[in-house]
């Protein structure tokens, strides 16, 4: 509407211009073809005009309509009127126009074109002296002046977009987090409202997620670590919950899918990396002040295809992401996933008190447990507030993806269950296995529950088996068994499937738990322990030898001509030869000694209650099963062998530098000795 009246407006002024021009002929005496002519194009111009007013109602006619008004005005002045044209300013607001549409090859064929139509027009009416000449020059001058501003500016706005595809261009995909289960209901927005149960639900989730930030913020190191979460029912994202070193992080950051930085991934619902982030740091919308922000990652929160927020991680330093981190945060996301599907079950809990109080205790305790056994302790101790049965079967996958029996309730019978195989193509829980659907059976059948060497089952009637999801597929199976007929109703089901849901989402978050542990204490390459982990755990050692007066050990190696196997065969063998060594030394060493990566190719092993004499020993057997162990790809054998030092506590050194620095000492002198020996 403001559009339309703005053009009618405009084409008032043009149609009182011309009036104006009209009248001024009739002044001046001009011929009758002069105001005919002036007439006709007039019409001709507002016939146009409103044809694309008509069919075309969302044309932008502003920058045409002077062009229409110059064409009109040339005639009548070629055919006489007035002594000087009542159409310059047209001219002024053409220019930039044209500049902008075609650039500087349309805007000095425009002025080519202004310039023969002016001569002609004051040829003609016999008007060409000095003020002329001054007009055309400034009117040129001006032109020149404008189309250049414009297009320089044209031309920062079109490296500045083309600066931004390039951003996009260098993001690198993740795989999608694992969704999680109970699809069905609605989270509800932890945004802080005027209602208490917002507010409560915020608290409750914050202590649920603020432990996940802070591995996120230790292990990955970023300036910032910062998650948003999506409000009900709108396309926005709200700032949850951050950890920084900056202190002008805005609370009330709001992210929608018109913020630059985050359209692309919005759309493609793809993670970013960007280690060349040239923008305002304010542009990410969480800062109020510019960080001077070089690298960042953003990682998008998916359950199925639904996008739940992003969790970011920024930092100062350019290429400060490395492709460890974005594993790292993929992990990090999936738990983060995980405890919000986690959330939403504890949620739909309370809502529905009355019937899920019992649901609502296991909830809470499953949220507070990161361990397997744990977990499953849960279930099994709060199961018989939900559902009367006489034995409870636990069924999990093995790494090969194949059912057992994890644990019983009550386990003093077993039944010659535990660990059992299930039989998958041969049991009531196998059926439910294989096809990912829970199953109920009234009475006992001929084919067995779970396996054909199963004893003292026979007693059982009703069979209930629900299946624990991860994605689309099982991972696991909640088997009650009943002693009664028809003892599992279908009244009983939802809070047995709830249940079985409650319980998939804790063991995949005590899973994820445990990887993201393992991520940050061990390395990437070899499994070993890193080197933070090391020192840690050399302190922890030290302080335990003071107290029990027992002495330890600490072995430090590497590898022999280590860097010929690079530069020989390539850094992809000398990995192998790093993973190869590692393979060796982990499988011959005791349960209470610790294994870590120091730096590159050198390795320690701290020895517990082991005297000096005991280490050199242990230190040879190492070297010897190293030197008789080469490393075989395909039909290629390398050879491999390693020098070993060895320092003792407390006689080498009382503390971490002291004994590291002599097991180093110890296996320089090593090295000089020949190297493939202990020191």
Partial sequence: MKQRLLLSSYFVVLLSLYILSCLGKFLLTSSAITIFAGLVITAVLLFFSYILLKYIPKVNLLPWLPLLALLANIPIQITGGFPLSAFSIVYFFLIP??????????????????????????????????????????????????????????????????????????????????????????????????????????????????????????????????????????????????????????????????TGTYNWVIKEKQPLINNQFLLDARLLEYYTKDENIRSIIILPLLEESELLGFT?????????FTWHDKEKLKVFGNLIISTLSLFKSLYWAQWDANRYSALHEIAKRLSQSLHKDTV???????????????????????????????????????????????????????????????????????????????????????????????????????????????????????????????FSVALEKANLYQKTKELSITDGLTGAFNHKHFQKKLKKEIWRAKRSGNPFSLLMFDIDHFKKFNDNYGHQIGDEVLKHISGIVKKNLRKIDIFARYGGEEFVIILPETSKQGALVAAEKTRLLIEKKPLIIKDDIYPVTVSIGCATFPEDGEDNNALIKKADEALYRAKQDGRNCVR
């Avoid at 970011?312 to 400060?320: A, H, L, M, P, T």
């Avoid at 396996?451 to 624990?468: A, D």
């Fill in 312 to 320: 970011i991680c920024d930092s100062k330093k350019e290429n400060g």
């Fill in 376 to 502: 499953s302790n849960i279930l099994i101790e709060l199961a018989p507030q939900i559902c009367d049965f006489d034995l409870l079967v636990l069924i999990l996958s093995d790494d090969s993806g194949k059912p057992f029996v994890y644990k019983l309730s009550p386990d003093k019978d077993n039944y010659n269950l535990k660990n059992s195989k299930i039989l998958i193509d041969g049991s009531l829980a196998g059926l439910v296995f294989q096809n990912n659907q829970l199953l109920i059976k009234s009475r006992k059948i001929k084919t067995p529950f779970f396996t054909k060497q199963e004893k003292g089952l026979t007693e059982f009637q009703s069979f209930f088996g629900v299946p624990l999801h991860k994605d689309d597929r099982a991972i696991g199976e909640l088997v009650l068994l009943s002693k009664k007929i028809s003892a599992f109703s279908l009244k009983k089901k939802a809070p047995v499937i709830f249940l079985a849901d409650l």
């Fill in 97 to 258: 126009v044209i500049v902008l549409i075609t650039g500087k090859k349309g805007a000095i064929f425009f002025l080519i074109f202004v310039l023969v139509a002016e001569i002609a027009s004051a040829f003609f009416t016999k008007r060409i002296n000095l003020n002329f000449g001054v007009s055309i020059s400034v009117l040129i001058f001006l032109a020149i002046m404008i189309g250049y501003f414009l297009e320089n500016s044209k031309k920062k706005l079109q490296e500045l977009e083309e600066r931004l595809k390039g951003i996009e261009k260098s993001t690198s995909v993740l795989s999608t987090p694992a969704n999680t289960t109970d699809r069905t209901e609605v989270l509800t927005t932890l945004k802080s409202k005027v209602g208490n149960s917002d507010i409560k639900a915020r608290e409750k989730m914050t202590q649920l997620i603020e432990p996940i930030i802070n591995v996120i913020y230790e292990t990955i190191q970023p300036f910032s670590a910062v998650i948003f979460l999506k409000e009900e029912k709108k396309d926005s994202f709200f700032l949850f919950l951050y950890r920084s070193h900056s202190a002008y992080i805005n609370n009330k950051a709001v992210i929608t899918g018109k």
